[in-house]
């Protein structure tokens, strides 16, 4: 990696982490110019722990190269917003137990006392994060392994 393609800038995920195989790990950030994919590969082990718990939406700070294939091997990263987390789910009954759907488009209904709603609309559910902001950076052997230079054999 060289010192020339090493960059700082400050971005906000807007595609979710996913595994590749060989324990890869990418995902999309944007900044104010585009959008760029970033890597936290598999010798940054329990690093990657930490990438994958990362959702659209999360503000960061990305400190890494650009590789060959215009990746951005991240060495280290700083999360400075979370974005709120959610899964839609059937409303609450006056009741306190959840609805059941009535069907498509037919609102709800309560499976304890039959009270029904014909609002179809799901409500957000907030789900906490396992993550929090602050400094997060690859182990030191994944940096050692990541920073060293590509060795070519030529014949000539
Ligand atoms: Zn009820």
């Known amino acids: 990696m060289k010192d020339t393609s090493c960059y700082r800038f400050k971005c906000h995920v807007v595609e979710a982490p996913h595994d590749i195989e060989g324990g890869h790990v990418f995902f999309k950030v944007s900044d ?17 722990n930490v990438v994958r718990k990362l959702i659209v ?14 990746t951005l091997n991240i060495e280290k990263f700083k999360i400075v917003d979370l974005a709120d987390d959610y899964k839609l789910e059937n409303p609450l009954c006056a009741c306190g137990k959840r609805m059941k759907s009535a069907g498509k488009d037919k609102g709800f209904k309560c499976p304890k006392c039959a009270n029904k709603i014909r609002d179809s609309s799901k409500v957000r559910q907030i789900i906490p994060r396992t993550v929090e902001p602050g400094f997060y950076e690859v182990p030191t052997e994944a940096r050692r392994h990541l920073s060293k230079p590509i060795v070519r054999f030529n014949d000539n």
């Open 32 to 48: 104010d110019t585009g959008i760029i994919e970033c890597a936290a590969f598999e010798p940054t082990k329990s690093f990657r």
């Open 57 to 70: 939406g999360d503000e960061l700070v990305i400190y890494g190269g650009i590789n060959d294939n215009h």
